[in-house]
């Protein structure tokens, strides 16, 4: 069993940053492979980011790329989202998500096995 908590979202002006935290419990952190999605009012939820179990590989929404850098720290057993240049229409719910035991389809929702409560991400325009 794992258990994640995010922390780190909040109100921000757009064109502002902030940096996402998600703590994982467990020893095996190293093992998964960690995502970042989103959510926003009325919407699906959405991909944002992922990260190879050593870091070494990472993907991105196209809507984020270039604006958000996902990256882990396996000694502290955290997974970060730093995002850059939001917009409004960042505005949304932040989950993290660990999954092992999959290749590929990093972006799908449905291969993920733990999730966290998520982080309110709300940006004015």
């Known amino acids: 069993q794992v258990r994640l908590v995010e922390s780190g979202g909040g109100l921000v002006q757009a064109g502002g940053s902030l940096r996402l935290s998600c703590v994982a419990s467990?020893?095996?952190?190293?093992?998964?492979?960690m995502g970042w999605f989103r959510q926003a009012p009325g919407k699906e939820r959405e991909f944002v980011a992922a990260?190879?179990?050593?870091?070494?590989?990472?993907y991105y929404a196209d809507s984020v790329k270039g604006r958000c850098t996902i990256s882990r720290d396996n000694a502290r057993n955290t997974v970060y989202l730093q995002m850059d240049s939001l917009k409004p229409d960042d505005t949304a719910v932040y989950y993290c998500?660990?999954?092992?035991?999959?290749?590929?389809?990093?972006?799908?929702?449905?291969?993920?096995?733990?999730w966290g409560q998520g982080t309110q991400v709300t940006v004015s325009s």
């Open positions: 467990g020893r095996t952190f190293s093992g998964y492979d």
């Open positions: 990260s190879s179990r050593n870091g070494g590989t990472t």
């Open positions: 998500a660990a999954r092992r035991g999959y290749i590929g389809d990093y972006y799908i929702s449905e291969t993920y096995n733990y």
